[in-house]
């Protein structure tokens, strides 16, 4: 069983920065994809950014030059760097784990097996 734990979410003002964890509970980097994701009150969930289990990473078109995915070194660790961040950008922020995915730019959500509680980001002034 992975388990997910999702920290960083805070109250920002428009143009401003976050950097969002994803703590997992086991190294995961030769096994499993990782994906954020978010969702919006009254919106559905929105897929943002993943890494595969190659390094290969995607980012939707909403997101993409602002928002950037990465793993840390020790292996249990993924993170969404959030630039220029807008009021739009306000959601509850998940992270997810999708075994043996090496390019995971058309994993739908409904293939990530493991989720996190999620961390809320605000975006207002």
């Known amino acids: 069983q992975l388990r997910l734990v999702e920290s960083g979410g805070d109250l920002v003002q428009p143009g401003g920065s976050l950097r969002l964890s994803c703590t997992v509970s086991?190294?995961?980097?030769?096994?499993?994809?990782i994906g954020w994701f978010r969702q919006a009150p009254g919106k559905e969930r929105e897929r943002l950014s993943c890494?595969?289990?190659?390094?290969?990473?995607w980012a939707s078109d909403s997101v993409k030059g602002r928002f950037t995915i990465s793993r840390g070194d020790a292996g249990n660790m993924v993170y969404l760097q959030m630039n220029d961040l807008k009021p739009e950008d306000t959601a509850v922020y998940y992270c997810?784990?999708?075994?043996?995915?090496?390019?995971?730019?058309?994993?739908?959500?409904?293939?990530?097996?493991?989720w996190g509680q999620g961390t809320q980001v605000t975006v207002s002034s």
């Open positions: 997810a784990a999708r075994s043996f995915v090496a390019d995971c730019s058309s994993t739908p959500d409904s293939a990530y097996m493991y």
């Open positions: 890494i595969g289990t190659t390094g290969s990473t």
């Open positions: 086991h190294d995961v980097r030769d096994r499993f994809a």
